[in-house]
């Protein structure tokens, strides 16, 4: 459990490529994904650097909300309402998530950091 944002992350990027690409019916779609998912590269990248259980734990949140605004995306792109110039959507879509992804990476930063620095050392017993 101590890598539980790797996992998570992995899980949505390898089904949000297939997704991606099932959905659009096209193997062009594989060339985009990595844009689409970019957020996703970054969580990947933050999980592996981080150990704390928190900060995993926040990851983990961040990346199935991404996965959730993804399939969202896709399914409007799509299915409701499929157009010839649908992909450049994917292209956007990951920018209108920002902010809240940045809040996500910046939360679990500092979850991070905070356990580092706030070891309990042992009293001191003085000589006698």
Avoid: H, N
Wanted: aromatic share 10%; glycine share 6%; hydrophobic share 55%.
């Amino acid at each position: 459990m101590k890598k539980s944002g790797v996992t998570v992350t992995l899980a949505a990027i390898i089904i949000g490529c297939i997704g991606i690409v099932v959905t659009g019916q096209s193997l062009f779609l594989l060339a985009i994904a990595p844009v689409a998912l970019a957020p996703l590269l970054v969580s990947l990248g933050c999980a592996l650097g981080m150990t704390e259980r928190s900060s995993q734990r926040t990851l983990s949140i961040g990346s199935l909300l991404y996965f959730a605004w993804m399939t969202f995306v896709v399914v409007s792109v799509f299915l409701i309402d499929p157009d010839p110039l649908a992909p450049i959507a994917l292209v956007f879509a990951p920018f209108y998530s920002l902010p809240i992804m940045i809040l996500i990476w910046i939360a679990a930063t500092v979850q991070q950091y905070s356990y580092e620095t706030t070891t309990v050392t042992p009293p001191i017993e003085p000589r006698s």
